[in-house]
C-alpha cells in the first residue's frame, strides 16, 4: 500500500511537471507600419536582467524596444487579449516604463498584460545621419589601418591622414548645441554648422557609448550592456591602432571611465582646486599636441555632463560648460598638425529633471548626439 501511495505521489508530481514544461511561454508581439517587427518573451528579458551589474526585477520597456530596432519613438499602444488598446506619449512614459520576467508591463502605478504592442516612430528618424558606431570605421579608414573587426558602423571615407583625435564632449545635448551655434554663442561650433545629427547606443550612458564608439558594435555585440560594465573583449580602435604600430595617447579627468588599454592614459584631476576637470584635460591635451603629438589622440571633456546632472540642460551652468569647451577646441584646433582626421562627438545627450539632469532613456533628448568629421 504505501509503495502504490508512494506511486501516486511520483505519477501526480511527474503530471505536474509535464504540464509546467508544456505551458507556453508569455510573448507580447511587437509591430509598427502594419509590419510585425518582433517578440518580446521570457528569454528576451531574463538575457538583459541576468546581465544587470545589480539585482532587478524589471527592465526599462525601452531596453527591449531598442533590441527590436527602436530608437526615436512617439508614441505606443498597447492590447490586451480582449482588444482592449491603451495609447502612451512614449516621452511622456520613457522613463518610468519597465517590463518584468512575467511579461508585466508598469506604467507609473498601472500594471498592463498586453499580447502586442504597436510602436510609432517619430518622424526625426529620418533626420539622423550618422551614428556612434560610425566613428571607429571612419577613424581607421582614415588613419589607414585594416578592415575594423565587427563593426556595425559605415566608414564615411575621408582622405588619409597622418594622426587622428577623438573629442568626447560628455553629455552635450544635441538641441542645445544647435541654439547656442544659431544664436552666435559659441564661436568655434558655428564655423561647423550643420552639424550632423547622430544617434548613440542604448543605454545611453558613458561606459555604453563608450564600448560603441572604439569597436563599431552595439552592447549586445560588445557586452558593454550598461552601468557597472568598463571593458570589453573585443578589439577597439585603440587595440587596432597599437599593433600597428600607431602611438596612443588618452587625456581624461579625475578618473577613467571606460578601460582605454594600450593607450597611454594621463588623468588631469582637479589640479587648481576650483570643483573642475576640463581646464586641466585642455593644459594636458595642449602640451601632448605641441611636445609629443601621438598618431591618435584620444581627449574626454567632462564639465557639460556633470553641469547638466546638477543644473539641468537648460540651466546657465550648463551654457557656460558648453562655452568653455567651444573655447578649448577652437584653441586645440589651432595648434594640430596639418594632415589631422578630428571627430568630435557626445556619448549622450541630456534630460531636464525635477532637479537637474540626467541621461539613460531611450528619448531624442539623450539619444540624438551631435558627430563632427573634420580635416585639417
Given at each position: 500500500?504505501?509503495?502504490?501511495?508512494k506511486?501516486?505521489?511520483?505519477?501526480?508530481?511527474?503530471?505536474?511537471?509535464?504540464?509546467?514544461?508544456?505551458?507556453?511561454?508569455?510573448?507580447?508581439?511587437?509591430?509598427?507600419?502594419?509590419?510585425?517587427?518582433?517578440?518580446?518573451?521570457?528569454?528576451?528579458?531574463?538575457?538583459?536582467?541576468?546581465?544587470?551589474?545589480?539585482?532587478?526585477?524589471?527592465?526599462?520597456?525601452?531596453?527591449?524596444?531598442?533590441d527590436?530596432?527602436?530608437?526615436?519613438?512617439?508614441?505606443?499602444?498597447?492590447?490586451?487579449?480582449?482588444?482592449?488598446?491603451?495609447?502612451?506619449?512614449?516621452?511622456?512614459?520613457a522613463?518610468?516604463?519597465?517590463?518584468?520576467?512575467?511579461?508585466?508591463?508598469?506604467?507609473?502605478?498601472?500594471?498592463?498584460?498586453?499580447?502586442?504592442i504597436?510602436?510609432?516612430?517619430?518622424?526625426?528618424?529620418?533626420?539622423?545621419?550618422?551614428?556612434?558606431?560610425?566613428?571607429?570605421?571612419?577613424?581607421?579608414?582614415?588613419?589607414?589601418?585594416?578592415?575594423?573587426?565587427?563593426?556595425?558602423?559605415?566608414?564615411?571615407?575621408?582622405?588619409?591622414?597622418?594622426?587622428?583625435?577623438?573629442?568626447?564632449?560628455?553629455?552635450?545635448?544635441?538641441?542645445?548645441?544647435?541654439?547656442?551655434?544659431?544664436?552666435?554663442?559659441?564661436?568655434?561650433?558655428?564655423?561647423?554648422?550643420?552639424?550632423?545629427?547622430?544617434?548613440?547606443?542604448?543605454?545611453?550612458?558613458?561606459?555604453?557609448?563608450?564600448?560603441?564608439?572604439?569597436?563599431?558594435?552595439?552592447?549586445?555585440?560588445?557586452?558593454?550592456?550598461?552601468?557597472?560594465?568598463r571593458?570589453?573583449?573585443?578589439?577597439?580602435?585603440?587595440?587596432?591602432?597599437?599593433?600597428?604600430?600607431?602611438?596612443?595617447?588618452?587625456?581624461?579627468?579625475?578618473?577613467?571611465?571606460?578601460?582605454?588599454?594600450?593607450?597611454?592614459?594621463?588623468?588631469?584631476?582637479?589640479?587648481?582646486?576650483?570643483?573642475?576637470?576640463?581646464?586641466?584635460?585642455?593644459?594636458?591635451?595642449?602640451?601632448?599636441?605641441?611636445?609629443?603629438?601621438?598618431?591618435?589622440?584620444?581627449?574626454?571633456?567632462?564639465?557639460?555632463?556633470?553641469?547638466?546632472?546638477?543644473y539641468?540642460?537648460?540651466?546657465?551652468?550648463?551654457?557656460?560648460?558648453?562655452?568653455?569647451?567651444?573655447?578649448?577646441?577652437?584653441?586645440l584646433?589651432?595648434?594640430?598638425?596639418?594632415?589631422?582626421f578630428?571627430?568630435?562627438?557626445?556619448?549622450h545627450?541630456?534630460?531636464?529633471?525635477?532637479?537637474?539632469?540626467?541621461?539613460?532613456?531611450?528619448?531624442?533628448?539623450?539619444?540624438?548626439?551631435?558627430?563632427?568629421?573634420?580635416?585639417?
Amino acid at each position: 500500500m504505501k509503495n502504490i501511495k508512494k506511486l501516486n505521489v511520483n505519477l501526480f508530481l511527474i503530471m505536474i511537471f509535464m504540464l509546467s514544461a508544456c505551458q507556453q511561454q508569455w510573448e507580447i508581439e511587437i509591430t509598427s507600419n502594419g509590419q510585425v517587427k518582433g517578440l518580446i518573451n521570457e528569454n528576451s528579458v531574463a538575457f538583459y536582467l541576468e546581465k544587470s551589474a545589480e539585482e532587478v526585477v524589471a527592465l526599462p520597456l525601452g531596453q527591449m524596444l531598442y533590441d527590436l530596432g527602436f530608437t526615436l519613438v512617439d508614441q505606443i499602444i498597447l492590447t490586451s487579449n480582449r482588444d482592449q488598446s491603451q495609447s502612451f506619449n512614449w516621452g511622456e512614459i520613457a522613463q518610468t516604463s519597465t517590463i518584468s520576467a512575467t511579461g508585466e508591463i508598469k506604467i507609473y502605478d498601472e500594471v498592463f498584460s498586453p499580447t502586442s504592442i504597436e510602436v510609432i516612430p517619430s518622424d526625426r528618424d529620418s533626420e539622423i545621419e550618422l551614428s556612434i558606431m560610425d566613428i571607429a570605421p571612419t577613424m581607421a579608414d582614415a588613419l589607414g589601418l585594416p578592415g575594423f573587426p565587427n563593426s556595425q558602423g559605415r566608414s564615411r571615407h575621408f582622405n588619409p591622414a597622418q594622426k587622428g583625435v577623438l573629442i568626447l564632449l560628455d553629455g552635450l545635448q544635441y538641441e542645445k548645441l544647435i541654439s547656442m551655434s544659431e544664436a552666435g554663442e559659441i564661436h568655434f561650433f558655428q564655423g561647423l554648422m550643420p552639424i550632423a545629427q547622430g544617434l548613440t547606443v542604448y543605454p545611453p550612458i558613458t561606459t555604453s557609448a563608450t564600448a560603441a564608439v572604439l569597436t563599431g558594435t552595439p552592447p549586445k555585440i560588445n557586452g558593454v550592456f550598461g552601468y557597472g560594465y568598463r571593458s570589453t573583449d573585443l578589439t577597439t580602435l585603440i587595440d587596432l591602432a597599437a599593433d600597428n604600430g600607431i602611438t596612443v595617447k588618452a587625456v581624461e579627468g579625475s578618473s577613467l571611465s571606460f578601460n582605454l588599454r594600450n593607450a597611454e592614459t594621463i588623468l588631469s584631476g582637479d589640479r587648481d582646486g576650483d570643483g573642475f576637470s576640463d581646464d586641466n584635460v585642455f593644459i594636458n591635451s595642449m602640451e601632448i599636441i605641441q611636445r609629443d603629438m601621438p598618431g591618435l589622440l584620444f581627449i574626454h571633456f567632462h564639465e557639460i555632463d556633470d553641469m547638466g546632472h546638477r543644473y539641468g540642460p537648460e540651466s546657465e551652468e550648463y551654457e557656460a560648460a558648453i562655452i568653455r569647451v567651444d573655447e578649448y577646441l577652437s584653441e586645440l584646433f589651432k595648434v594640430l598638425p596639418t594632415g589631422t582626421f578630428i571627430s568630435i562627438f557626445a556619448d549622450h545627450g541630456m534630460h531636464a529633471t525635477d532637479d537637474g539632469g540626467n541621461h539613460g532613456t531611450l528619448t531624442a533628448e539623450d539619444l540624438i548626439i551631435p558627430i563632427i568629421f573634420l580635416e585639417k
